[in-house]
């Protein structure tokens, strides 16, 4: 991975990738240098503000969900039809017990598409741990249909 960087010093995708592998391997520090270094790289790279929006969630800390959030936003801000923004920041939203604003980003994410299974999945859970067991059963049911036609072949 150093060759590779040293040949390509200013390619932000490239350090993108970087830090996701680190990330995948948990070295969370080497992944936030170089996904930050990346956004350096590329103004407004919202998929790398989306990861290291995860690897911030991955500390596992207040901190580091107050710095999650603040990139989901960002992203957000950058892109507001994101689908993977909207679902990420609810997932972190819901973590941290913030549960009627995790049901809205994920409902966001409806919005911009019926089809987002990811987030009816997700929707479905907050509903759950709300005590919203119908509009629970209806989202599960949606994102199921969804997969079926995935299951018919």
């Known amino acids: 991975s150093a060759l590779a960087v040293s040949d390509s010093p ?3 995708l490239l350090y993108h990738t970087l830090g996701l592998c680190y990330h995948r391997n948990n070295q969370l520090k080497e992944a936030l240098k170089s996904l ?4 350096t790289l590329k103004e407004h790279f ?3 503000y989306i990861s290291r929006g995860n ?3 991955s500390l596992n800390s207040e901190q580091g969900y107050k710095l999650s959030k603040r990139d989901y936003c960002r992203a957000l801000h950058y892109d507001p039809t994101n689908l993977t923004a909207h679902v990420n920041l609810g997932i972190a939203l819901q973590s941290y017990g913030k549960m009627n604003e995790g049901w809205k ?3 966001s994410a ?6 987002c299974h990811l987030a009816l999945e997700a929707r479905s859970i907050v509903n759950l741990q709300m005590g ?3 509009g629970a059963f209806c989202d599960i049911n949606s994102a199921v249909k969804l997969h079926l036609p995935h299951y018919a072949h």
């Open 105 to 107: 980003q994920f409902t």
């Open 10 to 12: 200013d390619n932000a």
């Open 55 to 57: 690897v911030y969630m």
């Open 36 to 39: 930050s270094h990346a956004m």
């Open 46 to 48: 919202i998929q790398a």
């Open 110 to 115: 409806i919005k911009i598409d019926p089809n």
């Open 132 to 134: 919203h067991l119908f």
